[in-house]
């Protein structure tokens, strides 16, 4: 199965394919996910990730973000999981020049515990019954 994540900023969906995927089911309640992660590099070790400009209009300390995860092949799509700006921070100096960082409360309303978005490497680690609504295998 290939799954991707997308990041969605002002309702523009940037697709990030995952180098590496898990999504465990919790037993009790269907094909609700128990955890979530994904780990994406950039296709080229030269050409770094494009992240969104510190301060700019796509920086998610500003408008936040939303997390989807999707199978490409057959065109599903998953729950989303929104991402809040109050959440966000910048890394570098100045802030948001290296990347951004995600910390989430890892509760239903707020599933995604870490998201870390670098030019090198994408991380999302999602855990509880809002992490994703995988269908179906």
């Not at 300390?61 to 092949?73: K, N, P, V, Y």
């Not at 809040?84 to 509760?107: C, E, H, I, Q, V």
Request: hydrophobic content about 35%.
């Amino acid at each position: 199965m290939e799954t991707h994540g997308f990041f969605s900023i002002f309702a523009v969906d940037i697709p990030i394919p995952a180098k590496s995927h898990s999504i465990k089911r919790d037993q009790n309640n269907g094909y609700v996910a128990h955890l979530a992660k994904l780990t994406a590099r950039p296709a080229s070790k030269t050409v770094p990730v494009a992240l969104p400009a510190a301060r700019g209009t796509a920086d998610p300390t500003i408008t936040g973000a939303t997390l989807r995860f999707c199978r490409l092949a057959d065109g599903s799509s998953w729950s989303s999981v929104s991402l809040p700006a109050a959440n966000w921070r910048g890394l570098g100096f100045p802030a948001g020049s290296k990347g951004y960082r995600y910390r989430g409360d890892g509760t239903l309303a707020d599933p995604c515990r870490s998201v870390t978005l670098r030019g090198r490497v994408i991380k999302v680690t999602c855990k509880g019954a809002g992490a994703s609504d995988a269908p179906a295998p």
